[in-house]
């Protein structure tokens, strides 16, 4: 285990970028495995092997290992490389900054870096600052946290570039805190921190962390996570949804490349599979058909799928979502018909985790079920954390990884015995 502490003051982060152990990033070959996890939706999970549904946590059975975690956090793991990657907060005003990574086959700690913040801490007292889920694309990790604080490092944990986005945007922050995610593409990384004042959206170059493009963003509050993907003609977009309307940007430049006039909600974010895409909006769920450079089409627009504040998620073509209710409600995808409804308990905030035809749901309580998508919904397995859980779980590999605000869990196979690692 190694640890290290980077300070990030006003003085030291006037120019907003700060970068450091440089000399390591040429070490590093792109690295892609099946069993891996790599951001809030888990770009490069192979999405393949079947959850596993025979684990008991008060047993210890079927559990590989669980850690505890420094700070507090709500921010989901990332799987990368051997290496499971979460985030945490602490200190009097959560000004303390952790990243850690831990070996995905023992659990056991082998790095944690902190840095201290220098943008707005405050959040709401579920929350942390340690909201936003980390990324990865395969060289680096990015981890943002609520403070607009943006972090790069490599595997090994060591600091590649630090930038403070409060420095340059003061005041950015509401009263319970940011959560957007960052996404990876086309060697940029991108976040978003819209509130009620100075809010932004930029993308940075993800070798050496100075600006790529920054643009203008509408000054309400928004907690969802850009969504990447190419066009196409290889051309690589980001689109970017508030309750002015969804938008589809360049990746290297900025450029608009489309732009739909709908509210969309400041929660749940944007879901894709293949060419659709699902934005929660005005009480409802739209499915929109990708058309090239074009905008997209509309397929549907349904009530009945409306998500309450977990994001949707596909499962194949189906269309899986959590209501307000805490109801599971599963769509064709194709069409806004509904196949199944499945009633769980409780209030809900994490996305559920979907892979070989099972999904795991975890309400804030951190009671938790398995459920058969391909069955009606049919209830596997119930399970209970005995903590809260915020955060989205992961799942790659035939394995599930769960995070409370201290804990986190590796439940399933090692990742040298899953299918496809």
């Not at 993907?229 to 990746?251: H, K, P, W």
């Not at 009530?303 to 504040?309: D, E, K, N, Q, R």
Request: proline share 5%.
């Amino acid at each position: 285990m190694s640890t290290g502490q980077v300070s990030m003051s006003a003085r030291s982060m006037t120019c907003g970028v700060a970068t450091v152990a440089v000399c390591c990033v040429a070490a590093f070959a792109t690295v892609t495995s099946a069993a891996e996890w790599r951001d809030f939706r888990g770009v490069g999970a192979d999405g393949g092997a079947t959850l596993p549904a025979e684990w008991s946590l008060e047993e210890s059975t079927g559990v590989a290992w669980q850690a505890e975690l420094p700070g507090r956090g709500v921010s989901g793991p990332i799987v990368v490389d051997g290496r499971v990657v979460v985030t945490g907060s602490d200190g009097p005003s959560r000004q303390r900054l952790h990243v850690a990574a831990y070996d995905d086959k023992t659990g056991e700690e082998l790095w944690l870096r902190r840095f201290s913040a220098a943008g707005r801490t405050f959040c709401h007292e579920t929350s942390a600052n340690a909201a936003p889920t980390p990324a990865t694309d395969g060289e680096r990790v990015y981890a943002f946290f609520s403070s607009n604080e943006l972090v790069a490092l490599d595997l090994d944990g060591n600091v590649q570039w630090v930038r403070c986005l409060a420095l340059d945007h003061p005041g950015v922050g509401n009263d319970v805190g940011m959560a957007s995610s960052p996404v990876v593409i086309d060697g940029v990384v991108v976040v978003q921190a819209e509130c009620q004042r100075n809010s932004f959206a930029i993308a940075v170059d993800a070798r050496t962390g100075q600006t790529r493009w920054e643009l203008e963003r509408p000054a309400s509050s928004n907690w969802t996570t850009p969504l990447a993907t190419t066009l196409d003609d290889g051309r690589a977009i980001v689109l970017l949804q508030s309750r002015e309307g969804l938008v589809a940007y360049t990746a290297s430049g900025g450029e608009k490349v489309w732009e739909l006039q709908m509210e969309c909600d400041g929660v749940p974010s944007i879901a894709k599979a293949g060419e659709r895409i699902t934005v929660a909006s005005d009480g409802l769920l739209t499915s929109l058909r990708l058309n090239g450079p074009a905008a997209p089409e509309l397929d549907w627009r349904t009530t009945a799928l409306a998500p309450g504040s977990p994001s949707p998620v596909f499962a194949g073509e189906r269309v899986v979502i959590v209501n307000r209710s805490g109801v599971v409600v599963c769509g064709a995808g194709e069409s806004s018909d509904v196949l199944w409804r499945r009633r769980l308990r409780g209030r809900f905030w994490a996305t559920p985790a979907v892979s070989g035809g099972r999904g795991l749901f975890v309400n804030a309580d951190g009671k938790a079920w398995v459920l058969d998508l391909e069955n009606n919904g049919r209830i596997v397995l119930e399970a209970d954390f005995g903590e809260p859980v915020l955060a989205s779980p992961a799942a790659t590999g035939g394995a599930l990884y769960v995070r409370s605000y201290t804990r986190l869990w590796k439940i399933g196979p090692d990742a040298t015995d899953a299918p496809g690692g």
